[in-house]
């Protein structure tokens, strides 16, 4: 079967389908290699920074969450004024509220915090490395992402063992 | 020594890998948008080669295929892959006997009829032994096979990943 390819329109599509390849030199493949590593690391610093900032804010669910269930609790009160089947009770049976499990879990997140931090200034690095590799093709837009992130990486690093991150 | 001025049109897209005598050619963005670079040789006949390289098409291409799958945590961070799998193969020999310094200016042509994949303008006299534009049908099954694997394995991680939860939780 014959496949053709998308072409402007008003000109004919011809099949450019071939059996041919062309194996790249070891050089070019190696360079290749190295790109795709640095975009691969970069994505990975971006998304382990992102990570560690929710697990710094974590520690505010220790806030938020109280904050919420008396928020639904007022609500629940009003609501349930002058019906049978909404009240309190019912309310407190359905969401058990544990103010000790919670406190352990979410500073249990935000201990992870400067952990995700250090591997992601392990990435931003080699994302680094990876842009400034080649001599005479220097990737400056990838060394810029590696060098924001890391950067970025290294003051939440800061901040969270400041605050008492890793115990 | 002779001296050639490089100018290339339509690099940006594609970014082909410019040989000059087996040399790579590093070029600079003019004010344009267009690429040049200057290139030395003592020759007479120099040999200009144009490729267009697919990743999917080296050696151990494979093995380095599954580690981007895994350090990607399972294909998730990678960035978006060659889906034409077009390749651009272009060699031709420039003479330079009559003259001291030369200027090649090279358009990369998008798909057409004809299939052809460089437009080369110079003074000088220039035979073409290959000029394609084509469409690697290898890389391209390659591709396929590779993104059926990756989406099985993705989401055989996913279905132990959510039996280990229920187990730990129903226990």
Known sequence: ?167 | MKNIKLKIKGYGALKPVVKVDGKVIKFKKNEFGSFESNVQTEKEKVQIEIYRYLEINSRLWWLTQIFFFVISIFGILDPLKEKSCVVIDYKSELDLTTAESASVELAINTAKTDGKAIELKSECACVEETNEFYVDKKAKKRVKIMKAVKLLVFLACVAVATTAIVLTFTK
């Not at chain 1, 062309?22 to 360079?31: D, F, H, Q």
Request: charged content about 10%; some cysteine.
């Open chain 1, 1 to 167: 079967m014959r496949k053709r390819t998308n072409v402007a329109e008003g000109e004919q599509s011809v099949d450019l389908q071939q059996n041919k390849t062309i194996t790249p030199p070891v050089g070019i493949a190696a360079k290749m290699f190295c790109n795709h590593l640095g975009k691969i690391s970069s994505n990975l610093s971006i998304f382990l920074w992102a990570l560690s900032i929710l697990c710094f804010l974590s520690v505010f669910l220790t806030f938020l969450v109280p904050a919420i269930y008396f928020f639904v609790l007022i609500i629940m009160t009003v609501l349930s004024l002058g019906t049978t089947f909404l009240t309190i009770e019912n309310f407190g049976n359905w969401w058990h509220f544990d103010p000790t499990f919670l406190r352990n879990f979410s500073f249990g997140v935000f201990n992870a915090a400067p952990w995700l931090c250090g591997a992601a200034m392990i990435y931003s690095a080699i994302t680094i490395a990876m842009a400034l590799i080649d001599k005479n093709n220097r990737n400056w837009s990838m060394f810029t992402m590696g060098l924001v992130f890391g950067i970025l990486s290294a003051i939440t690093f800061v901040v969270s063992l400041a605050f008492g991150g890793v115990k």
